[in-house]
């Protein structure tokens, strides 16, 4: 696409604008089971003319912007209270990702001035733990070991205690984690890191605003946060259950030290003594300002309304799906957040047959399974959801559409099999990327064998997706 030598009229732009977003996928409409935490209209309007008040401003420099600061301060306060320690302290970030990169980057920094003589500084992770902690150790060099998980689902406390070291920096447990929404057991986990002096994580970016809610409305929910003395730093995002713009998260630390780690100063720069908390640089005041403007907007009772739509919606969808002959949950999730399994049919031709209705779920591996976050708009949303579940898994079960599915998958495994891995990712660039049938693909790379082909393969996709279709 060429540079546009003229400009082109507002009401021309925002009409582009609409028909791109034709084929995006209704969460409004409660289709999304990810991406989009939708509050309703009264609750969404407020946080975006929140967003819309501050969207010019910088965070990069409280001085210039004192009301960012006291966003910032007064947002990080709440959390901290939320999470059990009112004196705990820490920052507003752009997501999860950022908070993890974050605890993950200071805990190093933390060892590093603390541990003298480690050479190799790991981190010790369950193999549920959520990528940006992946990202992290491969970001800031360091050793990522992957524990694995019991067969609930949830760390497994032993291999973790067992795979301590004197190079051990960090243990992390998820409150919940993404693929099955269990809680792992941060009790017993962070008492290995607390007996070893080593700092614990616990990323609560999915669960750190409904898990608390949760337990209010009667639910037992394990511990988590600060009110276990091993936990060091916790990962809460707002723009989740918190419904707050996209763009806000928080990440919390037991003691100021840690969080003084996280700091990266420049002072010999000739534009000035530079000096910022996280990640960014520039930082929108868009979100900043949402993310304040939505917790002081619900408080503990607007949260505790979103929060017991959520477990009626999430106890709805269940038992439901558990009524469904060939259909089951794995492990006992905790929260909002559950996988759809199926030992009898191919699961990803069943998220296939959801997404030609308009249905967004992700799909997972080990086992084959698909994905629900559970919000406040599948309220709406729910009995029309099983409806379309249980139509599309009796047709997946029986129908001449299943069976050509299950050839094109089985062709698929097969090619990848006898087909150098160059082959394969030239056959990939046929696979539309928003395609909704995706099983035969999720077939193939499941079958091959080496995982470093896997990641060529993938790298090669985002390579496609982010250039411009020819
Ligand atoms: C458990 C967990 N941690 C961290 C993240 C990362 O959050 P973000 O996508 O905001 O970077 C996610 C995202 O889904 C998650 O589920």
């Known amino acids: 696409m060429k540079f546009p030598a003229k400009g082109t009229e507002r009401s021309m732009v925002m009409a582009e604008l609409e028909t791109a977003r034709k084929n995006d996928v209704r969460w409004r409409d409660g289709r999304a089971f990810s991406l989009v935490f939708y509050p309703g209209h009264e609750i969404y309007e407020v946080v975006k003319e929140a967003y819309g008040l501050f969207f010019s401003e910088n965070g990069l420099n409280p001085s210039a912007f004192p009301a960012l600061r006291k966003f910032e301060q007064e947002t990080v306060s709440m959390m901290a209270d939320l999470m059990c320690d009112g004196s705990a302290s820490g920052n507003l970030t752009s997501g999860g990702t950022e908070s993890i990169l974050l605890a993950v980057y200071s805990a190093r920094e933390y060892a590093l001035k603390h541990k003298p003589g480690l050479k190799e500084p790991e981190i ?16 800031f060099g360091l050793k990522i070991k992957h524990i694995p998980v019991g067969p609930d689902f949830r760390a497994d406390v032993a291999a973790t205690a067992a795979a301590v070291t004197d ?44 898990l608390p809610f949760f337990r209010k409305l009667g639910r037992p929910v394990p511990e988590f946060s600060f009110e276990l003395p091993g936990v060091t730093s916790i990962s809460i995002d707002l723009h989740k259950y918190g419904y707050a713009a996209k763009g806000a998260s928080v990440v919390l630390y037991r003691n100021s030290s840690q969080r003084r780690s996280q700091f990266f100063v420049q002072t010999t720069w000739p534009g000035g003594i530079y000096g910022s908390p996280g990640i960014l640089g520039t930082r929108p005041g868009g979100s900043i300002a949402a993310a304040w403007a939505v917790l002081k907007h619900l408080g503990e009772a607007g949260y505790m309304g979103l929060a017991k739509s959520v477990l009626e919606s999430t106890d709805y969808i269940r038992n439901e799906i558990q009524a469904i002959p060939g259909l089951r949950i794995p492990g006992q999730p905790h929260a909002s957040v559950l996988a759809i399994v199926s030992d009898e049919m191919d699961i990803y031709q069943i998220g296939d047959e959801l997404a030609v209705r308009g249905w967004h779920l992700d799909k997972q591996q080990d086992p084959p399974s698909l994905h629900l976050t559970i919000s406040y708009a599948h309220e709406a949303s729910r009995e029309q959801f099983i409806r379309d579940l249980r139509e599309c898994t009796e047709k997946v079960r029986g ?31 046929f696979t539309s990327t928003e395609g909704k049938r995706q099983a035969a693909m999720y077939g193939m790379i499941g079958s091959l064998p080496v995982k470093g082909e896997v990641d060529e393969l993938i790298l090669d996709f985002l390579d496609r997706l982010y250039s411009l279709d020819k």
């Open 167 to 210: 190079q051990t920096i960090l243990i992390v447990g998820s409150a919940p984690q993404y693929p099955h929404g269990v809680v792992d057991p941060i009790r017993e986990l962070s008492s290995i890191a607390l007996s070893h002096g080593i700092l614990f994580h616990t990323d609560a970016c999915v669960g750190g605003m409904i």
């Open 124 to 139: 010790l992770v369950p193999t549920t733990v959520h990528p940006a902690f992946d990202k992290a150790a491969h970001y």
């Open 399 to 429: 129908s001449i559409g299943s069976r050509w599915a299950d050839l094109q998958t089985a062709a698929a495994r097969a090619l990848s099999k006898i087909l150098p891995v160059s082959a394969i990712r030239f056959l990939s660039r």
